[in-house]
């Protein structure tokens, strides 16, 4: 194990840190001892650092098992940045690219490897991975692995045969949502050498957890953006309720947006930085928002609708308040929306028929002869299929990702990714196609002076750019690279516009497709169980706070925060918030608005009558605007 001064080195040099947070340092040490570790820690605990660090200190490759795309990427860059080597493969590159990637790991300094669960069984990966020195094996959002966790997927299960390339590298599972079981199978099905779980607590003394039954919603979320102030997350189910929900506040007054896979990647990104930039105080937005973005002054998360589990309402709840300072999960409900629930879960997995029926269909639409297709990529517009066959889209969106989950497909959202080009001949080749073909020459100069490492990996161009300093159009520039890559000059990797489907392995007839009991009536009994316990949750006559992390094994005094607690409270100790408020003013004056905007005391019609008994009193006094306490 390296001194534990080399690590404060690493961290100091590379993320400018002086000290390590939450159980960080445990992790690391653990590790670098080449012990199989589990580490749960919450969201924003700071889980990355537990394998990239790590990664630094020891000769080799880290390689990191991750299903979240968006997260890959945005650590590709970000470690970039501080100046360490990283790639990332997942679904939507070339094959080409994979290849390219696959040797800089094996024959350049590269020290991160992100790679999504469906390759890790590739013929092409396996051929380079057991070639590479690793020196460690890390897999994020390890619940995945466990039939009885969150959001289970059956790629994860082959993560484990690594073990057999590198059988003396240690494993390094992350997740931050695991019950005990869960933790149990974790371990099991990653072949862990011993034993070895490191847990930071789930417990957030400055989050405050409320549960609203609230028929206007809307209203609600209103009162809640006045009194609270500040930046707020809203949740919603669907996309066409965050453009709905988003112009009701807006029309209310309230700086609002919406955020939803369907948009541009431009749009999303511009409103996203208008958000953390607190330009708008309100991003209304579906689940996958939020992922592996730091903002920490996030003052309120509001559930418009009801999560499918507390797993996910954990993470989702979790970003609120990361700055230490109050903050607020709220979940906003009505009777109906539990009915909705469930009828939600049911319909999340369609019958077996139907989704072997949608599994041809894609063989079909995209003229896939049996035993033929494996990494093939195809845009996919799931109106348009849908139409073609007569399916209904829900279904065949449900369909496809249980198709996802079994390891046939995968499937991305991602819209607008950009080009990718790679100069493929040597400096003196290229000069003299530039001086055979002059027409050309102006964009390649530009491609060179814009961008570095062309010629040694895939990079990331924009076309419009590149339009501009050539004084041409866009449309004339991608067709002049389509005409050099067929010289063989380059490598041209046009972004795509719409979703896309990658067969992760070759199509399969009718007679081999199978979904097993474990990839769809385990998952389904699972699924419903966990919505069915997050119903508890909101019905429960328990601390919001306790019964979280009972559900996860911790054990705890009530928080006296959460909306059950106050009521409690109230009803018991009618004059206990009095006293609370006038011990508050006693340990510092106070603005009148203070007690108005915390809603953690009761609401107004509860506050301020006892603001008035108390200046009857001549407890306090109202002095510039100043609760005051007399001495």
Known sequence: MAPHKDIKEVLKKYWGYDSFRHNQEDVISSVLSNKDTLALMPTSAGKSLCYQLPALCKTGICIVVSPLIALMIDQEKSLKAKGIKARAIYSGLSSQEIEIILNNCLYSKVKILYISPERVSSRLFISYFEKMKVNLIAVDEAHCISKWGYDFRTSFLKISDLRKYHP?????????????????????KLLFKEENVLKSSFQRHNLIYTVFEENDKIARIQKIAENVGGSGLIYVRSRRKTTKIAEELQSLGLKATSYHAGLTLALRNYRQQQWIEDNINIMVATTAFGMGIDKPNVSYVIHYDLPESIEAYVQEVGRAGRNGQKAYGILLYTPKDINALRKTIEANFPEKKYIQNIYNALGNYYHLASGTGQDRRFDFDLISFSQTFNFDPYIVFNSIRILENSGLITFSEERNLFSKILIIVDREQLYQFMLDYPTYSPLLEAIRRNYSGIMTEFTIIDENKLAKQCYETEVNIHNALKKIEKYGILHYDVKSKSPQIVFAQNRLNNDNFELSQEQYYDVKQTNQQKSEEFIQYISSKQCREQFILNYFGFHTNKCKRCDYCISERNSQKPIDIKERI????????????????????????????????????????LRDGLLIAKE
Do not use: H, W
Request: glycine share 2%; net charge negative.
């Open 582 to 621: 006038y011990q508050d003013i006693l340990s510092s004056a106070k603005p009148l608005t203070y007690f108005a905007n915390t809603i953690a005391y009761g609401s107004k019609d509860t506050i301020m009558p006892i603001i008035r008994e108390l200046l009857d009193e001549e407890l306090i006094v």
């Open 168 to 188: 003396q590298v240690p494993i390094l599972a992350l997740t931050a949502t695991a019950t005990n079981q869960v933790v149990e199978d974790i371990q099991k």
